[in-house]
């Protein structure tokens, strides 16, 4: 936020998406644009009205979500380089106040406080991947899958992380809670990923290196008596 004379600015931020599936690359330009591109050059733009608070895209099907709103948006993937593009179809919307989200197939998967929530593509909650009051609220999604397989990834506010398979109709889980990033300097969750086959999780964690002063030794603590 900026404080000015005339009033009171606020800045959100917007932290870009990117994804890659198949030979399909989703890049989010902005605050509303995300740009489809197809390995042979073939692109296509998808503007939003609200402000784009995440991303993801499966197969030929978008998953935008707002941290209010959830879309589901088609495209044409026949990637026709000699084709003029015509922009995603937005299929259905919903009320949702996920942070995070991803699509596989004809599910979407959305954090909500203590889980994830499993919906279709409508809305409707089919299932749900619980996370104990200790390892604290999903704040990443990841979800992939082949032909006879399909796995859930997500990581918490606490640095935990968990795996599901959700191949079947009822999901199962795949690998227990974990926490990551129990060293010496305070770190937090920024990325996950889980393998097609399930077999690897990867993890992104962000470190905070300590204060030092203007000479580069440590900063005293300050603390009341």
Avoid at 17 to 37: D, P, V
Avoid at 123 to 150: Q, R, Y
């Amino acid at each position: 936020a900026v404080a000015a004379s005339d009033g009171l600015s606020l800045l959100p931020e917007t932290v870009l998406q990117r994804k890659m599936r198949g030979e399909w690359a989703l890049l989010q330009l902005g605050a509303h644009a995300i740009r489809i591109e197809h390995a042979n050059g073939t692109a296509i733009m998808l503007e939003t009205e609200p402000r784009i608070a995440g991303c993801d895209m499966d197969g030929n099907n978008i998953l935008v979500w707002t941290g209010k709103q959830v879309f589901v948006y088609e495209f044409d993937d026949s990637a026709d380089p000699q084709a003029r593009p015509s922009p995603p179809v937005m299929l259905t919307s919903f009320d949702h106040r996920c942070t995070a989200g991803a699509i596989l197939r004809d599910s979407v998967f959305l954090s909500a406080p203590g889980r994830v929530e499993v919906c279709n593509h409508h809305g409707s909650v089919t299932a749900t991947l619980p996370f104990a009051d200790s390892e604290g609220n999903p704040t990443m999604v990841h979800a992939v899958g082949e032909k006879k397989t399909a796995f859930v990834a997500a990581g918490t506010d606490k640095g935990f992380i968990k795996a599901w398979d959700v191949a079947r109709r009822e999901p199962r889980q795949h690998a227990a809670g974990r926490k990551i990033g129990e060293g010496a300097l305070p770190s937090r969750l920024a990325g996950i990923a889980i393998s097609a086959d399930g077999s690897r999780i990867a993890c992104t964690v962000e470190v905070q290196p300590p204060a030092t002063t203007a000479s580069g030794t440590p900063a005293p603590k300050i603390g009341g008596a």
